[in-house]
């Protein structure tokens, strides 16, 4: 058989999950080796993921259809400018692995490495499956994949309190995903098939139903729970905050946008069968710009800079969904480029944040007074990364809220713009006690004073990822260039 | 059958879906949740296989004596799936349930929220 | 003439270097001090560079990233930039020197003289914005980059100062984030232009939000009440920062953002059509002389420079709030006298306390007769803040008051009048007691120069001194800057029509708004 680019479309999530049945078997002659394949795997992931977005850019989409059957019968994997997602997520993880290597070795035992690293490939091939599946039912696995793998990684530190807040993420989790797999079958009953598209042209087709709307409600409400928008992110921060750092990273950054790119395939399942999305858009505004508050405001009252940075990604899914709600072009491209710039920033602020707890062993701000000092290229990496979270210009952060805002106001939604521009102010607040207490305050503990800057290999991530929040805050444009034929197409198909 | 103008059959799959999502609410113990959450899954299930019959059908398996109606295939192949991606949940939360009860002693919800 | 050229790229490109080269020197003072006065003098080097061509009518201009189309980050250095670009690079070099003498002993140097560097570069970045979000990235950046110097102390003090100061200027920047956005939206354009991009048709509603938005924004670093409060509680900085904030960067990056919106967003005429500028107007005005009054009630020396500040800065506000050519020359050419003026005032006040330690009005009887040439240039300053001929802040009253003239608002003499009156009322007294007060019998606070015990020589030889009522001037370092801005004020009090003094250039920048070919009259 030739090789074709096509192909090697179906590689992309199947060769991380084939790779972490093999890990155990690697990690049975040595532990740390387990974490050197791991890293190979993401890194040739993330290059092949890269070559084709290269081929995307240059062609046009690619379309592989498992198994040989022809859609709509066989299962259609799509690498769009959606798909595309991929690239940086396999990115983002190869990164987080190395950072792992030296982390793991004080904070998850010996013996559970092999079962770590073998759920990070797993949670790397569920989340590159769901962004480029266009088969419901597959959507359901890939999420399914993701779900469990990010179940057990939050627990796998192993203690009593990271099982409970597992168990809280799972059962919450369980649900929505339930909800997921009823809405399949609710449109599988109705149309007779699971690929995105056809069920859309044939529910376009056919009468318009109250069980289709019903179906894409739930849908809905299924991604709003997994991308843990206000108010259904109860499940977040504990999650977020007890798994070890390089899963918080994870967790934090890829896995939360599950919703967010569900609630694109919502959009674009609504807008090619002609169902209308207004009461649902208006909704999603609501609860964005409330989310962007809330989130700023439980984040004020945080200690443990873990548990602040799990509550500043609600806030920051509240900008996404707002972006997405407006459903104009400026906001759903700003909309679409922050997901991918919460995942760069948040996976810096939370490999620099593990960076600090790892040197020290201390997690509040009341303990690590005047870490600044002795960890300065951290902190600085931290810095930079609370600079683009808050939005200020010109790091990542401010691209995106630039153009969400742009679209609130071009719309004429006045409120929201004004929402989105000063709940950025909350997310402030608790910055700047970060950076004060870090830099303007003396160190009262001893492992403050005698921490050292952790190895290069996690040195090495925070410093490349906090440089990337800067590199992409002033060529955000090729970003936005990206992705706006693919906001084109979203919001055309919504509105004929 | 149909009742109130809704085919039973899915009347059943509400029932049934309610109880569970009760059970997960309500109750204080993990594990009660845990099989709560179970029968909501076999509620998504049982409608799922339905929605898939087809009246006076024969089983999708073709062998010489099969007429030309059978039920569609595919909504078994997905609840096959399914209930290994159930089995998979319940798994995990099972083993998160067992660390639980070694940590604090305790699978009840309301004894756990006082603990740290 | 528009000129493509890297320079107004180069101005804050340079100084930002520096910054990191002072971070970089760290502990060696040598290095340390050699780029952070690099900084400064290879920065003003580079804006006088741009002076002749502008003089002769050329506009230098840099475009950088195009972000999205009428969306890009792009200098332009035109006379008005220029202008401000002058004044601030000029004062930062006096200022570096001063901050070096007045800093010596002080911790965490390397980080001070960093954002130090780091201010210069972004003001000189607002300067040369050539639109709203060029503008927008240097005035936030500024806020994040005077913030450490504002907790320099690290005092629970400066630390509740520096959460105030943050709470005002980071609201003040979501406003002109804001701001931004719905021109952007109603203009599809943010590139200032000389007769404003907004037109009538985005409706007067949206305009009405949209000059509000922005004048906030802004307002907020112009200490416009009652946006004003963190003005004074911010004193607890440094003398150096106090000076940086109030006279040069901070507080004139706001003044210089409200003329660009009325003059280069909506432009004058618009402005004159919708009238919202006289609301700014009677608000400038009422600034003006309740900040005067309020500085009449500070005893503390730096407290009563600060609602002075306050009260000045309103006068640039209510200039540019006039819209008639001769009003904003006078707005223009006051970004200069204050800064210039005030400065002189803070150095003085510095000096003071350093050899003193004295910080409050009520302490300084005798002072003038121990410090003869630092009170000399504070009075310098003073007279110029009152408005006496011959000092610069003469030249902004009489810009004022002719274009006030023009605009039918005789009520504005009045309040110029007030202003001065009270100006007098709050200097006079200090001036007095400094020369002829009677030193009252308190106990001795020990300057910090006396207390940390070093330059021993001059110590012991100015304690028995300032006992006997002796001369005990401050050390060159500190003295020479305040020298030289005083005699700057006079300068500029006296050469208005000198072709390539700062007022030339201020005519050209109103020319250019304005669209006029010949003189302002």
């Given amino acids: 058989m030739t090789f074709s680019w096509s192909q090697a479309v179906a590689w992309l999530p199947v060769l991380p999950l084939a790779a972490a049945a093999l890990v155990p078997i690697v990690a049975q002659r040595n532990a740390r080796a387990a974490g050197g394949f791991t890293f190979v795997v993401t890194l040739l992931t993330a290059a092949l993921a890269v070559a084709l977005t290269i081929r995307l850019v240059a062609e046009g989409p690619l379309t592989v259809h498992l198994g040989g059957w022809v859609a709509p019968y066989g299962i259609e994997l799509r690498f769009d400018r959606l798909g595309a997602w991929s690239a940086p997520l396999a990115t983002f993880f190869a990164l987080v692995v190395p950072f792992a290597w030296r982390y793991l070795e004080g904070s998850v035992p010996r013996e559970r490495w092999a079962a770590f690293y073998a759920l990070m490939l797993l949670n790397l091939g569920g989340l590159i499956g769901f962004s480029l599946t266009v088969d419901l039912f597959n959507l359901f696995l890939a999420m399914e994949v993701v779900s469990i793998s990010s179940y057990a990684l939050v627990a796998v530190a192993g203690r009593g309190t990271a099982a409970w807040a597992a168990l809280k993420y799972l059962l919450l989790g369980s649900v929505s995903s339930l909800l997921v797999l009823f809405a399949v079958a609710l449109l599988f009953a109705l149309t007779g098939s699971l690929n995105l598209f056809d069920v859309a042209a044939r529910l376009a087709a056919s009468e318009p139903s109250p069980a289709a709307t019903l179906a894409l409600a739930s849908l809905a409400v299924a991604f709003v729970v997994k991308a843990a928008l206000f108010p259904l992110h109860v499940w977040l921060p504990d999650a977020h905050a007890i798994a070890p750092s390089p899963v918080s990273a994870v967790l934090s950054g890829l896995v939360v946008k599950i919703g967010i790119v569900g609630l694109v395939r919502v959009m674009q399942l609504a807008g090619e069968s002609g169902i209308a999305l207004d009461v649902f858009s208006e909704l999603l505004m609501l609860l964005g710009a409330v989310a962007i508050v809330m989130g700023a405001f439980l984040a004020i009252f945080q200690d443990d800079i873990k548990l602040m940075l799990a509550y500043s990604t609600i806030s920051n899914i509240g900008y996404i969904v707002l972006g997405l709600g407006l459903a104009v072009p400026f906001a759903v491209s700003g909309a679409l480029v922050h997901v991918f710039n919460h995942a760069l920033i948040k996976v810096t602020l939370f490999l620099a944040a593990g960076s600090i707890i790892h040197q020290t062993g201390l997690r509040t701000l009341t303990d690590l007074r005047g870490v600044g000092r002795t960890l300065p290229q951290t902190c600085a990496a931290m810095t930079l990364g609370a600079m683009a979270i808050v939005g200020l210009p010109p790091t990542a952060g401010f691209i995106s809220k630039w153009y969400i805002g742009l679209g609130a106001f071009s719309a004429g939604r006045v409120a929201y713009g004004f929402a989105l521009v000063f709940g950025a102010l909350f997310v402030f607040i608790y910055y700047v006690r970060m950076l004060n207490t870090f830099y303007f305050q003396r160190a009262t503990r001893e492992e403050v004073v005698a921490a050292v800057e952790p190895p290069w290999s996690m040195r090495g991530p925070v410093i490349a990822l906090a440089a990337a929040c800067l590199i992409v805050g002033l060529f955000g444009g090729i970003l936005l260039a990206f992705i706006t034929p693919a906001v084109g197409e979203l919001l055309a198909a919504m509105g004929s | 059958m149909v009742l109130f103008g809704v085919d039973v059959d899915y009347l059943a799959f509400v029932v049934l879906f309610c109880v569970g999502l009760y059970m997960l609410v309500r109750k204080s113990n993990l594990l009660k949740k845990l099989l709560g959450l179970n029968v909501m899954e076999t509620a998504v299930f049982a409608f799922l296989v339905t929605a898939g019959m087809i009246e006076g059908a024969d089983p999708p398996i073709r062998t010489a004596g099969t007429g030309p109606l059978f039920a569609n295939p595919i909504p078994h192949a997905m609840v096959l799936t399914g209930i290994v991606v159930a089995v998979s949940v319940t798994a995990v939360a099972l083993a998160l349930i067992v660390q639980i009860h070694a940590h604090y002693g305790t699978i009840e919800v309301d004894e756990l929220k006082g603990l740290p | ?521």
């Fill in chain 3, 1 to 521: 003439m528009e000129v493509l050229d890297l320079r107004p790229l180069l101005a804050p490109l340079v100084s930002f270097a520096c910054a990191a080269l002072v971070v970089v020197a760290r502990k060696n003072v040598f290095w340390r001090r050699f780029w952070s006065l690099c900084a400064a003098v290879l920065k003003l080097v580079v804006v006088l560079s741009m002076l002749p061509g502008t003089l002769a009518g050329a506009v230098y201009h840099t475009p950088v990233i195009t972000l999205s189309p009428g969306v890009s980050i792009a200098f332009r250095a035109d006379a008005y930039g220029l202008f401000f670009a002058l004044v601030t690079s000029t004062l930062w070099v006096v200022t570096t020197i001063y901050a070096i003498g007045y800093m010596e002993r002080a911790e965490q140097r390397a980080r001070f003289f960093g954002f130090f560097a780091v201010c210069v570069s972004t003001t000189v970045g607002i300067a040369f914005a050539e639109n709203l979000l060029t503008l927008l990235i240097f005035f936030e950046l500024l806020t994040v980059a005077t913030y450490p110097l504002v907790v320099h102390a690290e005092t629970p003090e400066a630390l509740r100062a520096g959460r105030i100061y943050l709470t005002y200027t980071m609201a003040g920047g979501a406003f002109v984030l804001a701001g931004s956005l719905m021109t952007l939206s109603a203009a599809g354009t943010l590139s200032f232009a000389h007769a404003g991009i907004l037109g009538l048709d985005a409706g007067r509603a949206t305009l009405a939000v949209i000059f509000m938005a922005l004048v906030i924004g802004f307002g907020v670093k112009a200490a416009i009440m009652p946006l004003h409060g963190w003005l004074p509680i911010a004193m607890v900085a440094p003398t150096p920062v106090s000076a940086l904030l109030h006279a040069v960067a901070v507080v004139k990056a706001g003044v210089f953002g409200i003329t660009r919106v009325i003059y280069n967003v909506f432009g004058a005429d618009l402005l004159g059509e919708l009238g919202f500028a006289s609301y700014l107007g009677a608000l400038a005005a009422c600034t003006i002389l309740v900040a005067s009054v309020m500085a009449l009630r500070q005893d503390q020396l730096k407290r009563r420079l600060a609602y002075s500040t306050i009260s000045q800065l309103a006068v640039a506000v209510l200039a540019a709030s006039l819209l008639t050519p001769l009003a904003a020359l006078a707005a223009v050419v006051h970004l200069a006298n204050q800064a210039f003026a005030k400065i002189t005032m803070f150095f003085g006040t510095g000096a003071v306390r350093e050899m003193t330690g004295k910080t409050h009005a009520s302490q300084l009887a005798g002072i003038g007769r121990q410090m003869p040439y630092t009170m000399g240039a504070f009075t310098v300053a003073a007279l110029s803040f009152v408005g006496l001929p011959l000092f610069a802040g003469f030249k902004t009253k009489w810009y004022l008051s002719l274009g006030a003239l023009h605009a039918d608002a005789w009520w504005f003499l009045v309040v110029m009048l007030l202003s001065s009156l009270l100006n007098a009322a709050y200097w006079f007294p200090i001036i007095h007691r400094a020369y002829y007060g009677q030193r009252v019998a308190q106990p001795e606070r020990s300057g910090r120069r006396q207390g940390a015990g070093l330059d021993v020589d001059r110590d012991a030889a100015g304690a028995t001194a300032a006992s006997a009522g002796g001369k005990r001037e401050a050390p060159l370092v500190l003295l020479v800057p305040t020298l030289i801005c005083a005699a700057y004020v006079i300068l500029l009090g006296t050469t208005a029509a000198v072709p390539g003094m700062p007022t030339s250039i201020a005519l050209i920048a109103v020319y250019e708004t304005f669209g006029l070919a010949g003189p302002v009259r």
